[in-house]
Every structure is written in C-alpha cells, then in structure tokens.
C-alpha cells in the first residue's frame, strides 16, 4: 500500500500530530484551547506557511518544505490523530510524561517545525 502524503485520511505526519496532542495536553492546555489551536494551526500550514522551507543542519540535515496544501481528507485525520493524542495523555501516568511548566506554551511557536522536520528526515533516512 502507498500512502500519499497530504492527501490520504492518515499518513506518516499523523504520528506527529498524535504526539503534538500529547504535549500541548501536558502543557495544561484546556481540550477546547487545544482543538482550537490545532484547527488553527491546520489552516495556517495550508494557507500562510505553504512554500516555507525548514531545517536544522547537522541535527536534521533534510530540508522539510511544503509546496502542496494538504487535503481536507488529510487535515481532518491530523486533527482526529491530534485529538486522540490529547486524551491518550490523560491516561499516561504523570511521572512517565509529567506536566510541563507554563512558560512552555512559548514553544508552541516553533514545536510544529520541528516535529514536521523530525518525522521528514526519519522518512527520508528509512527509504535510504
């Protein structure tokens, strides 16, 4: 089977999108708040951040950029995979992913880039 990135219900990016959901929850984010942000973040990745490049050299030397807006099929996956994340969180003991302090809500800016570029260079270096 071949996912097509972007455009199925489900694909590589939706592991991120799951564990997106399981630090915002961590960060003491409301679940509504954090739905919402992600919708937000959704749309904004589809519209504003289309055709943006990043990376990290020699940390993650593969350039994750996106030139094609996602599917609505897609986008709501990443939102059903964020979700899940979110309440998969509360059942996760404390001590194992403990709450993060407040000030972490600052990391929200930049967490989406770096998860994106993380799962794009573990694609990558698995097809090699």
């Known amino acids: 089977m071949y996912i097509i990135m972007g455009k199925d219900l489900f694909d590589y990016y939706s592991v991120s999108h799951f564990v997106g959901g399981l630090l ?3 960060m003491g984010i409301s ?3 954090a739905y919402g942000l992600h919708i937000i973040f959704e749309i904004l990745e589809n519209s504003i951040y289309l055709k943006r490049c990043f990376h990290i050299p ?3 030397p593969i350039v994750d950029c996106k030139n094609i807006p996602d599917s609505l099929k897609n986008m709501i996956g990443d939102q059903i995979c964020f979700m ?3 309440e998969f ?3 996760i003991h404390i ?3 403990p709450m993060f302090p407040k000030y ?3 990391s929200l800016l930049i967490l989406p880039s770096i998860g994106s570029s993380i799962v794009t260079n573990l694609i990558e270096l698995t097809k090699k």
Request: aromatic fraction near 24%; avoid cysteine.
């Open 84 to 86: 899940i994340g979110y």
């Open 24 to 26: 915002v929850q961590r």
């Open 89 to 91: 969180a509360k059942y």
């Open 104 to 106: 972490s809500i600052l």
């Open 58 to 60: 020699y940390i993650l």
């Open 31 to 33: 679940r509504w708040d």
């Open 95 to 97: 001590k194992y992913i």
